[in-house]
Every structure is written in structure tokens, then in C-alpha cells.
């Protein structure tokens, strides 16, 4: 968090130096200022000047100022703006330095849409098919030849990640067999309906969703955890191929290969087991494939 204060008139406020540290409301703004910046309708300038408005008060004065004091005004607004390069890395093209915004945040900031349940932060409670289904939506967002994204698939997307709160929440959550999963339990067969009261919701909604979800796929292939005492690298899940198109078909196959495996079950079982102990296995298998060779 970044910290403003001026002490001549006992004035302090936090306001955030990421993605992660904004809530629900100031996320929806940032996405409503960078569909402009991305549509160059407004500067870099004017994007971090609007989004400090939103996060410290400033207070209009009803007295009669200087030009001089207003500009002193203006200038000062500028340089606490400047700290909002905090949202950006470093960038570099031709040698040349640039700011980019940085859009890796992998926490969860809209976890609910009315009466539907996002997924946790990163991912971690997706089970391996939802994960399945959902990469694929996600790869049918992509930008068609004219630059834009096709909206039914953002929706199909989201229609796919969030649903309904489980019935019966409160007991389920006192029996020993509690999962920690709120949402009811994925069904392909159950999208397409949700995919109309998801169609209502406001773009800045759609696409802070999908800025989100590609940062939780960026993560997945790049991104680092602590499993006991171990490093878990995922990027090595990717090493074997830099086609996207082998590796969303090659989820459906590692689906059936572990299932034959008899790791986690069936077919069904493995399908409904949790997305993350599934990387661990086959990271596991990488592993001990690669110390063989």
C-alpha cells in the first residue's frame, strides 16, 4: 500500500500499489480507465490521475485561488500520481524502456457476481475438468483479425467458473467429509443456461474476469509453490512444447493417462479431482522421466 500524508491539515490515507491490494470496487474502476487507455481515448497522464481520484479524496475548495495556487495544485496531484507507476514493469523493446501495466495478479478480486461463486485466488480449488472446460473458453477468447474478443466466449468463460452456492452450505460445512467448496459441483450440461444472466453483465465485469483468468494461466506456467520443503517450478510442465494447440489437446490425454494410471480413479474420479494435485502428479512424473534419461 502506498501512504499519503500531509501533516498541515492531519490528512492520511492508504491507497493501493497493485492489483492485489484494490477491492472489488476500485478493481471495476481500474478496468473501466484501462478499456480507455487501451482505446487511446485517454493518456497514461490523465489513466493515473483518474485512478488516484478514486482511491484518496480530494477536496474541492469553495475559496477563490491564484492561478499560481492552482497550479501548485495541479503539480502536486501530478507528482502523487507518479506513484502509481507502482502498477507497471519495466519493459524492454528495441533498447528501448518502457512502463507496462502489470496485469499478473492471480488473487480473486470479484469473487461474487449476485448469485454466483467464483473460484478461489489462482485457481485452487478448480477441479481438473472445470480447469479443462475453462482453458478452452479461455483459448477461444483470443483477439479475432479485427482485435476484438468475441463476448460469447467471455461469457461461456465465466458461465463455466462461477455458479450458484452449494444447497445446504451450513451443514455441509459441520460434516468431516467438508471440501471447502462453496459453489455446486461443475456440470458442463449446466453452462449454457448461465450463460444469459452472464451475457447482462457490465463489460468492465466481463473483462476484469478475463484479465484475472489469464493471469491465473500465466501462473500456471510460469509461477512457483511451496508443496512441504519443495519448490514446485511449473514451467517445467511446458517445456516439452511451445504449441498452445498440442497443449490444450493434450489435457483431454493426460485426463485418460492418469486415469489408466489408477491414481486418483476412474476416468470420472480423475476428472473431479482438485487441478492442483493433479499438476503435482504430473510434475512428479516429469520429474522422474527426466532423472531416467
Same mark, same amino acid.
Given at each position: 500500500m502506498h501512504t499519503l500524508e500531509i501533516p498541515e491539515i492531519n490528512y492520511k490515507a492508504q491507497y493501493p500499489s497493485c492489483l492485489s $491490494?484494490?477491492?472489488r470496487w476500485q478493481y471495476l474502476k481500474f478496468i473501466q480507465l484501462y478499456l480507455l487507455l487501451e482505446a487511446d481515448k485517454i493518456t497514461w497522464q490523465e489513466f *493515473?490521475? *483518474?485512478l488516484l481520484s478514486y482511491f484518496i479524496t480530494i477536496v474541492r475548495t469553495t475559496e477563490i485561488l491564484t492561478p499560481e495556487e492552482i497550479e501548485l495544485i495541479h503539480a502536486e496531484i501530478f507528482r502523487i500520481s507518479e506513484t502509481l507507476d507502482s502498477f507497471?514493469?519495466? /519493459?524492454? =523493446?528495441?533498447n /528501448?524502456? #518502457?512502463? $507496462?501495466?502489470?496485469? %499478473?495478479n492471480t488473487k480473486n478480486l470479484l469473487p461474487k457476481l449476485?448469485?454466483?461463486?467464483? &473460484? +478461489?485466488? +489462482?485457481?485452487? =480449488?478448480l477441479s481438473f475438468f472445470e480447469y479443462i472446460e475453462a482453458h478452452h473458453a479461455f483459448l477461444a477468447c483470443s +483477439?479475432? +483479425?479485427?482485435? %476484438?474478443? &468475441?463476448? $460469447?466466449h467471455i461469457d461461456r468463460l465465466i458461465a463455466i467458473l462461477y455458479r450458484p452456492k452449494r444447497r445446504f452450505l451450513f451443514f455441509k460445512k459441520l460434516s468431516p467429509l467438508w471440501n471447502g467448496? %462453496?459453489?455446486?459441483?461443475?456440470? $458442463? #450440461?449446466?453452462?449454457?443456461?448461465?450463460?444469459?444472466?452472464? %451475457? *447482462?453483465l457490465p463489460i468492465e465485469v466481463k473483462i476484469g474476469i478475463l484479465i484475472w483468468y489469464r493471469a491465473c494461466e500465466e501462473f500456471l506456467q510460469t509461477g512457483v509453490i511451496g508443496i512441504g520443503l519443495s519448490q514446485i517450478d511449473f514451467s517445467l510442465?511446458?517445456?516439452?512444447?511451445?504449441n498452445a494447440e498440442q497443449n490444450d489437446t493434450g489435457l483431454i490425454g493426460v485426463l485418460y493417462t492418469l486415469a489408466e494410471s489408477g491414481v486418483f480413479g476412474s476416468v470420472k474420479q480423475t476428472a473431479e479431482s482438485n487441478l492442483y494435485d493433479v499438476i503435482v502428479r504430473i510434475y512428479q512424473l516429469l520429474r522422474t522421466l527426466k532423472s531416467t534419461e
Amino acid at each position: 500500500m502506498h501512504t499519503l500524508e500531509i501533516p498541515e491539515i492531519n490528512y492520511k490515507a492508504q491507497y493501493p500499489s497493485c492489483l492485489s $491490494e484494490m477491492n472489488r470496487w476500485q478493481y471495476l474502476k481500474f478496468i473501466q480507465l484501462y478499456l480507455l487507455l487501451e482505446a487511446d481515448k485517454i493518456t497514461w497522464q490523465e489513466f *493515473r490521475i *483518474r485512478l488516484l481520484s478514486y482511491f484518496i479524496t480530494i477536496v474541492r475548495t469553495t475559496e477563490i485561488l491564484t492561478p499560481e495556487e492552482i497550479e501548485l495544485i495541479h503539480a502536486e496531484i501530478f507528482r502523487i500520481s507518479e506513484t502509481l507507476d507502482s502498477f507497471c514493469i519495466t /519493459k524492454t =523493446d528495441q533498447n /528501448k524502456e #518502457h512502463l $507496462e501495466l502489470d496485469l %499478473s495478479n492471480t488473487k480473486n478480486l470479484l469473487p461474487k457476481l449476485g448469485r454466483l461463486y467464483g &473460484p +478461489a485466488d +489462482a485457481l485452487i =480449488d478448480l477441479s481438473f475438468f472445470e480447469y479443462i472446460e475453462a482453458h478452452h473458453a479461455f483459448l477461444a477468447c483470443s +483477439a479475432d +483479425a479485427t482485435g %476484438s474478443i &468475441p463476448v $460469447e466466449h467471455i461469457d461461456r468463460l465465466i458461465a463455466i467458473l462461477y455458479r450458484p452456492k452449494r444447497r445446504f452450505l451450513f451443514f455441509k460445512k459441520l460434516s468431516p467429509l467438508w471440501n471447502g467448496q %462453496s459453489r455446486e459441483k461443475y456440470n $458442463e #450440461h449446466t453452462v449454457e443456461g448461465r450463460m444469459l444472466k452472464v %451475457s *447482462r453483465l457490465p463489460i468492465e465485469v466481463k473483462i476484469g474476469i478475463l484479465i484475472w483468468y489469464r493471469a491465473c494461466e500465466e501462473f500456471l506456467q510460469t509461477g512457483v509453490i511451496g508443496i512441504g520443503l519443495s519448490q514446485i517450478d511449473f514451467s517445467l510442465l511446458y517445456q516439452e512444447t511451445d504449441n498452445a494447440e498440442q497443449n490444450d489437446t493434450g489435457l483431454i490425454g493426460v485426463l485418460y493417462t492418469l486415469a489408466e494410471s489408477g491414481v486418483f480413479g476412474s476416468v470420472k474420479q480423475t476428472a473431479e479431482s482438485n487441478l492442483y494435485d493433479v499438476i503435482v502428479r504430473i510434475y512428479q512424473l516429469l520429474r522422474t522421466l527426466k532423472s531416467t534419461e
